[in-house]
């Protein structure tokens, strides 16, 4: 049973436009949520992480909104540029043992 | 900048054939992780080590072995190589200080047996 779900296998966006991506989880003792970002053939790289005590987190072109009653996260970036084409994952972690638990990844493609 | 090297990067090998994926951190990490991903898969924890000689299972089961002699070293060993092992093996590693839960990830190996 997957406790964190990234319904979107790719997204395609226009250059320059925003860029929306979901994550949906079960589990209500999550109380940490991180994005990365993954390139073919590399490991994983942090982007921004937000906790369960706030609704917002900026860095940058990135925004994170996290919705606690809807178990739903989104991932803003603003405005989308060619280097952002990869596989964006979402983890969520309660904490307590320091394990991430992951989604399944979005490909995100930015059209020139 | 997050220092975590896997090697070797890429790995073609045949069944049975005894393998070591090493990973090494130079940021002095008390916790590391191996994970297996599969393309448009979620990463999968499959070893985890919260300190020297301390190891344990992830989740996903796995006939990999590991080891955590030394702080920065976590090597993942397969006994006996077979095509259902063939995945990309990530290595990654945390620390336990404040409320930041994130973990820097190496390169990755990609392992495919024939």
């Known amino acids: 049973d997957q406790q964190v779900k990234q319904n979107s296998p790719s997204l395609s966006v226009q250059e320059g436009r925003i860029s929306i991506l979901n994550c949906d989880y079960t589990n209500s003792m999550f109380d940490y949520f991180l994005w990365y970002k993954k390139y073919p053939a590399e490991g994983p790289t942090f982007l921004i992480s937000i906790s369960s005590i706030k609704d917002k987190n900026e860095d940058g072109r990135f925004t994170v909104f996290l919705n606690k009653s809807a178990k739903h996260l989104s991932l803003h970036i603003v405005p989308s540029q060619p280097g952002d084409s990869a596989v964006y994952f979402c983890?969520?972690?309660?904490?307590?043992?320091?394990?991430?638990?992951w989604g399944a990844g979005t490909k995100l493609i930015i059209k020139p | 900048e997050a220092d975590i090297y896997q090697t070797p990067r890429y790995l073609v090998i045949g069944t049975g054939k005894k393998i070591t994926l090493e990973c090494s951190q130079t940021m002095g990490h008390d916790k590391m992780y191996w994970y297996q991903q599969d393309p448009g898969m979620e990463l999968h924890l499959i070893h985890y080590s919260y300190g020297v000689n301390s190891t344990e299972k992830g989740d996903l089961s796995s006939e990999s072995t590991v080891s955590r002699i030394r702080t920065e070293h976590f090597p993942l060993t397969l006994e006996s190589a077979r095509p259902s092992h063939t995945s990309q093996y990530l290595c990654a590693s945390s620390e336990s200080r404040g409320v930041t839960y994130e973990q820097y990830f190496g390169p990755g190996t990609r392992l495919t047996v024939t």
């Open positions: 983890a969520a972690t309660p904490g307590s043992n320091y394990q991430l638990i």
